[in-house]
């Protein structure tokens, strides 16, 4: 993707046309060149997992091992792991058991057989027991919501932000309560994360690049791509596919034009939305359609992100072949 095409203020779905180069997956993520056209160095590379969702059923582990392995082959390999969160199937409505052993699953399989630095985002099914009745919580349990997940990747809050190689990343919790529905979710930051966003980037200096990390897309098209209402004709976006506080999130962006790109997950799907300056990038899914084969245009994989000097930015996605073993 050009870079002029990153100013253009249009809604694009990415997928068709990276597949149709009839390139191998492979040669693609490694035809970026180290240097611009302009000069700027290439800072780092990326890979982002989003949606691994192991499980103990359909092989699901055994295919994070091989998409970390084939992010570990990469001729060019990345430096730096990003999850984009659900990474288990699910502990919103299971019980403690079940939520233990998919969580010790996960880090069974990145001890095995990754060498790279990893920095997390959560997703809506890494959050313990919100669904009290299904889970069999009571809500008093210490490790319950958030905590559990925090606990086995190791981070002290839900989000947070870093500095690596010139770049500015910040991790963000799009996972909040649903005030209309006791046992669901909202994509929502919520007063204390906007504010501490606010506070980041504001400290961000001005010629910092930022990437942005969200389970939940911040802007995505993947909400819309259904039939709209058969009475009404609207397009429905439900709150928990997108972000609700969308709008307050982009009026921030909008006083800090150094925020480059957000990348989520959540959809299972692939597309980018160019809007204001800010490239929106929905990365697919490491486990496709739930380890049950392709989601519509979502093959099984993950991207890779060539970050730049000057604040541009490539993003690859890239299939890592998996086959499943029972196709949804
Ligand atoms: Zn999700």
Redesign the pocket.
């Known amino acids: 993707m050009s870079e002029p095409m990153h100013r253009r203020q249009v809604l694009k779905a990415a997928a068709a046309g990276a597949v149709a180069l009839g390139l191998s997956p492979r040669s693609r993520a490694e035809a970026v060149p180290p240097l611009r056209a302009s000069g700027a160095k290439r800072a780092l590379r990326v890979a982002h997992l989003t ?1 691994i969702h192991v499980q103990p059923e359909l092989r699901a582990a055994e295919g994070l091992a091989a998409a970390l392995a084939h992010v570990q082959s990469l001729d060019d390999k990345p430096q730096l792991i990003l999850t984009g ?2 990474h288990v199937m699910d502990c919103f409505s299971q019980d403690e058991a079940r939520t233990k052993l998919q969580w010790e699953l996960l880090a069974k399989v990145f001890r095995d057989g990754n060498s790279l630095p990893v920095r997390h985002a959560i ?3 890494d959050v313990w027991g919100w669904n009290k009745g299904k889970s069999k919580t009571t809500g008093d349990e210490p490790m319950w919501g958030k905590r559990f997940a925090l606990d086995q990747i190791g981070m002290e809050r839900s989000y947070h932000s870093f500095d690596q190689a010139g770049w500015h990343f910040v991790c963000l919790d799009s996972i909040s309560h649903d005030p209309n529905n006791a046992n669901g979710y909202l994509g929502k930051l919520g007063d204390e994360q906007i504010d501490w966003l606010a506070r980041d980037l504001e400290s961000t200096p001005k010629s910092t690049p930022v990437l942005v990390l969200s ?2 897309p911040i802007l995505t098209v993947t909400g819309i791509l259904g039939r709209p209402d058969k009475k009404s004709n609207d397009y429905n976006c439900s709150g928990g596919v997108m972000h609700t506080d969308s709008s307050q999130i982009r009026d921030l962006f909008a006083r800090h034009p150094n925020v480059k790109v957000c990348l989520s ?2 959809t299972h799907r692939l597309d980018r939305v160019d809007f204001c300056g800010v490239s929106y990038i929905c990365n697919g899914a490491v486990c496709g359609n739930w380890w049950k084969g392709v989601h519509y245009e979502c093959r099984e994989g993950f991207a890779v992100l060539d970050l730049f000097s000057d604040g541009s930015f490539e993003n690859t996605y890239i299939p890592y072949g998996w086959h499943a073993e029972s196709q949804g």
């Open positions: 949606d969160g659900d997703g809506n099914h389970h939940i997950g959540h």
